[in-house]
């Protein structure tokens, strides 16, 4: 008997990968979410991991291959498991007495174990305790782990128990005199049960001080809702169980609030590790042409997205470039002394919090530089949000994480939040909605070195700044030359949309507004009004 496992669709649009490195070989013996490889996908490198336990018995695609969502990743041979698998000792049944009184006869214990989905993929020969994956990487986010073997007492004969919600309607079943008369076998059933499956000792311990089954069904109920909520994969789970952390309590830091492994040790009084970098392999293949001997390296992952979106913004717009420079020498002068107070509160100050402040008061009066095209319908429209994109330099390529909502957002909350999406997106940890929404763009070569370039529209958006190095230039000033500090200003925007008149107003008005920062309502004194 043979089990495929198929590229699990991972949402947000995703529908390939390129697969990176291979943790497994044929022929190995696998555990349930032991790790089977590395992919790439278009916003991260994810590992994916075995639905089941079982052997290897095919790999079906090879390194640096791309992979789309459905095709077969791994064939396994379950027969093999079967035969060398032990036989699990059979688990005697005890007879519970009758009771004296004339009340329900209570019949033999039994073990608790989470039922297996059965559907026409799912054999009742695989192990329970785990659910079957519902088609993510992360897959299902199941109440339970695995129930160790334990007689629980007072239950009917056969009867699987899954989850909270589960449990709490068996509670509902029990007639109130049935409940009454065994009240302390049932209490201590039942937390027995919360201990094995839920890993949580002080719902356990709270149910053991309940007096009733309103109040316990009360108790039940409120933690089954928090526990509907908790996002985290099976060996996180696993973690906290080890560690005794419940995770209810934990604030998750991963995708949409997943609790990570690194949040399980935090909480246990770990210090988080470093995020895993994975060295991605290029396939070279050495040729030789009619000159000599050349490399040849596939696009994929994030480079072959790169390519074709570059591809797609050049053809979709007609792009043209304005060139200016601003004097900053007075914003530098606030922002070396504001620095200070910023990194007293972590916080690393750059110039770009500013220049988004000016070009949201900029917006306000040429709102076609904040708009999306929509060339199917013919229409353009304008953002009366500013949503910014940030273009980050990455080891893997050019990813451009959206700062949202940024016209509510402070000096200091601002540069906290690029701080974090950069970082983010080095450790390859953005999803897609940390890049989508996006009004406008910024995109930052001053730390490199250049000074002007022509930076390509990221359609549908409608124009994009590129910041170039800030320098020190000697500028005629009343009749003096003095030395200012300038800031070189390349704003590329869709001629279809926006006349050359029009953006040459918008960078007049950016400049302004940079060289005299008390527009900003920031004063030359360095005020921390902005710190938050």
Known sequence: MVFEFKFPDVGEGIAEGTL???????GDFVKADQPLADIETDKAIVEVPSPIAGKIAKLHSKEGEIINVGAVLVTYDKESEAKTGAAKPEIPKTEIPKSETSKPEILRPEILRPAPVESPKTKSSE?????????????????YEEVPERHYFFLKTGEQIRSLGQLKEKLESIDDDTFSHHVNEYKNDFANWIRDVMHNNELAD?????????????????????????????????????????????????????????????????RPTEAKQVQKINIIKREYDLFGYTDTIPIRGIRRTIAKNMERNSQKTAAVTHFDEADVTMLSSIREKEKIKFEEKGIKLTFIPYIIKALIMAFKDHPYLNAIVDDDKEEISLKKYYNIGIAVDTADGLLVPVLKIAERKNIGDIAK??????????KRKLDLADMRGGTFTIT??????????????????????LLGRIYEKPVAREGAVEIRKILPLSLSFDHRLVDGAEAA??????????????KLNIDAEGSSDNLG
Do not use: C, M
């Open 417 to 426: 939040e690029i701080s974090e999406l950069a970082d983010k997106a080095h």
């Open 20 to 26: 990176i490195r291979w943790k497994v070989k044929e």
């Open 444 to 465: 930052n070569v001053g730390s490199i070195g250049g000074i002007f370039a022509t930076p390509i529209i990221n359609y549908p958006q409608v124009s994009i700044l």
């Open 127 to 143: 192990k329970p305790g785990k659910r079957k994956d519902a088609g993510a990487v992360v897959g299902q986010l199941p109440e």
């Open 206 to 270: 709270k149910i053991n001080g309940l007096k009733s089954k309103t109040e316990i069904i009360d108790a039940i109920t409120g933690k089954q809702q928090i526990y509907s909520s908790i996002k985290a994969i099976l060996s996180v789970r696993k973690l906290a169980k080890d560690k005794g952390i419940d995770l209810s309590r934990i604030t998750g830091t991963g995708k949409d609030g997943e609790i990570t492994k690194d949040d399980v040790n935090s909480a246990s009084g770990e």
């Open 505 to 518: 107003r918008f960078v007049n008005d950016l400049k302004k507004i940079l060289e005299e920062p008390k």
